[in-house]
């Protein structure tokens, strides 16, 4: 074939190749979205919404219309994925093509107000990266420092925090909910910077406000907390004295460094994903470990029976540490149960497609916003039978072993799944076997010593957490006080 043929032939191909893909594009689009409710003119399906826990309403249409479904919230278009199967077979099965994020995620969730109580969609700058290298270039850094085998380095302090959280609740048990968010916000803190937290640490209080300034700030794009945290624009040996001296601790941010400084595209990925980390991970963590304290309140039985466990396992004379988890599989059932019971994320982050899509018949525009209910997911009760109860049981088998389901929606799907899980897996574990080994969680009592009942209630969010509820943190031991705990702790690590 000489040359001016050959080029004809690739150009007759071309020809039928652009013809064949525009046709096909036209195809797919004339497919229809996933069923759903009419959509009003301009309002489209908000007067049908409860917009504070859009999660029921999601699941009470995908029992009407099926586990995929479109909605119309004003003129923003959204998918809602109401099963596992389906989450998985698009985010994880197609993630080459659903690792995306949609490009106005954030006024999005503000559509849905989902930003009122939480910082999660402002301030998580690596979950609203779109799919491309930058975002390649944090997941890669995360990767380093909190995959399996690199996450086990953090244990010690983990373990080490969990104690400073039994001696603050020991001090001053009222205020239980400022000492989980002060015992989440230090681990993360650690686990990025190496920087230890002080009670009440005007560092942590800081970037709290930079987070509170970007949630009104105009264009969030334009506001970045790093501007807001000095630390995070010096240079290693300014970042923590302790590095340049080379008695730093193990630290995302110095294992970031210790690899890509110098590389000036990397170097800023660590500012950001650093950065991101702490609204990422110590919210979440906060969120659930309040889940925890709440079920144990309500379900005395399950508590016992988990302390049952660690006294035979721990027995009195240590409080637990990781060695003994594999040994109390009652207390890993509890943890599950609770991340089931409530999962705190309970929409996820949206994800998007690169290019259009056809599942099962039903287009799926790029760009499209989609979200995963977790929350429908842990309420199936196809698979979770009597899904309001609190019940570790239902994680093992009927030969007694615990099963393998390790309730993992709740970290995300594919590509985008949450890169801090075994940091955050390790850090709720440490925290509420310790708080068991040394604390009873009961319901609060009245001026007649009569227990204070309360109907658990969520805020809304991004992230959904407890109410603040009245409960009773008294230690198992009469004999527990400082010195006490602190020769438990002396025996601990
Ligand atoms: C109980 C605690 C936590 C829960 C329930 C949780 C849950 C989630 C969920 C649902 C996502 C979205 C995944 C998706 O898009 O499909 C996510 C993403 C993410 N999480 Fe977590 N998370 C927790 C703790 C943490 C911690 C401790 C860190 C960091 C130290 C962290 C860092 C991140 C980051 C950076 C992303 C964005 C990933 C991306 O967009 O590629 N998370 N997490």
Redesign the pocket.
Known sequence: MDLAHGALVVAFLTIIGVTTSFTQKKKRKQLPLPPGPNPLPIIGNLHRMNTDFPWITYKEWSDIYGDIIHSRILNQDVIILNSEEVARAL?EKRSSNY?D?PRFATMELQTYSYCRSSRFGIT?R????SYGDA?RR??RI?HQA?RPEAAVIYRPMQLRKAHQLLVGLLHDPAKYELHLETHSAS??MS??YDYDTKPNDPLVSMIRGAMDRILHAETPDKAAIIDSYPALERKRSDLNPRLSSGLSAPS?VSEGLARFQGDASFELAIKE?SA??FG???E??H??LLVSIQAMVLNPEVQKRAQAEIDRVVGSDRLPDFGDRVSMPYVEAVLRET?RFY???PL????AAVDDDVYEGYFIPKGISIL?N?WAMTHDPNKYPAPFEFKPERFFTSSGDLNDDHVTP????????????Y???A??WSAIASMLAVFDFLKATDANRQDIDFEPRWTSGITSRPVNFPCRIVPRRRDMDVEKLTSLIGTAV
């Open positions: 985010l690792s994020r998580f690596t979950v609203m990266r975002w944090h997941r995360y909190f681990i993360v686990a990025v995302m994903s991101t980390a990422a991970g110590s979440t963590t969120a659930v991340m999962p705190i994320v996820g982050a949206p994800h995963t977790i709740i970290w995300g799907w594919g590509r985008r799944i949450c890169v801090g899980r940091l955050a897996d850090t709720l």
